[in-house]
């Protein structure tokens, strides 16, 4: 290929041809690969930070499958182009909204996050067709109220402070609900090793993998708590309740709801939530605190789901 050189460029410095402009256009050409390729490209790619986690991606994978294969698309025939259909003259995401619901469209579009964007970019997928998603306004998920009850509250301690006697390995688990705050799939992974004292001594657990990201997250507990199940210790790197996971994840929900009479659908969460309501009031109904501790994202998400009432003192 014969490339000319411009009089006025320095010596040595070359003019690229018209044809090499070309080979570099078609090379550097936005791909369109089937729908099924990107889920794959999503699901097996790692971000370099704010990565979700594997279990995150499959239910945002499963969302978007249910939401193409109501609008008549299949991914293993398809390219993404499809995203940028329309039906009944509205964008498939928004015509979900309008159709079905908005939960599916809100962990569907997760897969165009803006650093996912920017990855695809990178890995030269055209991103153009997922516009109408990524713009698409969504009310935010409203958060249900906590709603206490006393009776089911004894209920529950009676039943449960029972079992460190009959069932130690439950009780655990209660205390690791009710007393600390953790979530069914923490209470799976807690070590001993993760309870700890800051350099005030205010007692901590640490949390791996929080469901609010990174890779720990150290959470304030109460203190009486921390040291009652504390005197239980074992070795370092053993597990706080080295049980089957049919046991906290089907056993003791199920203790929740038979004994202890406990009807929500998440009965082990359910005790979380009275330890974010005990958290607060005995702080003063600091939603900071009873933040830090149950390991939200936000102040502002405790605020919501812990609303209650002002204590108003008698004015005589």
Known sequence: MNTPIHADLPNGVKLITQDYR??????????????????????????????????????????MRRILERAGIDPAKCDIRHFAGSI??????????CTHNANDV??????????WI??????NIDTRPFANWVALPLQGIKVKQFDPSRQELERI??????LIVNDPMMWRMYALA????????????????????????????????????????????????????????????????PVQEDRI????????????????????????KYCGHRVMRSNGNNAFVASRAL??????MTQKVYVGNPRIAPSF
């Open 106 to 115: 809100r962990l569907a579009r997760s897969m165009f996050s803006k650093r």
């Open 178 to 241: 009710y007393g600390f705050g953790l979530r069914s799939s923490e209470i799976k992974r807690a070590r001993w090793g993760d309870l700890m004292e800051d350099f005030d001594g205010n007692k901590l657990i640490r949390i791996h993998s929080p469901k609010s990201g990174g890779k720990w997250q150290d959470r304030p507990v109460d203190p009486a708590w921390w040291d009652k199940l504390f005197s239980n210790k074992a070795s370092h790197d053993d597990l706080i309740v």
């Open 88 to 97: 009944s003259n509205r964008c498939i995401a928004e015509w979900y909204v």
């Open 22 to 63: 070309d080979v570099v256009a078609e090379l550097t050409k936005p791909d369109w690969p089937l729908i099924d390729q990107l889920f794959w490209t999503y699901e097996t790619s790692k971000l370099s930070a704010g990565n979700p986690k594997d279990d995150t991606k499959r239910k945002n994978v499963v969302a």
């Open 249 to 272: 994840t089907r056993e003791f929900p199920q203790f929740l709801r038979d004994v202890c009479g406990v009807v929500d659908l998440r009965p082990v969460h359910r005790l979380r």
């Open 157 to 162: 301690v009676e039943n449960c402070e029972r």
């Open 118 to 123: 920017m990855f695809y970019r990178s890995q």
């Open 295 to 300: 390991g939200h994202s936000s102040v502002e």
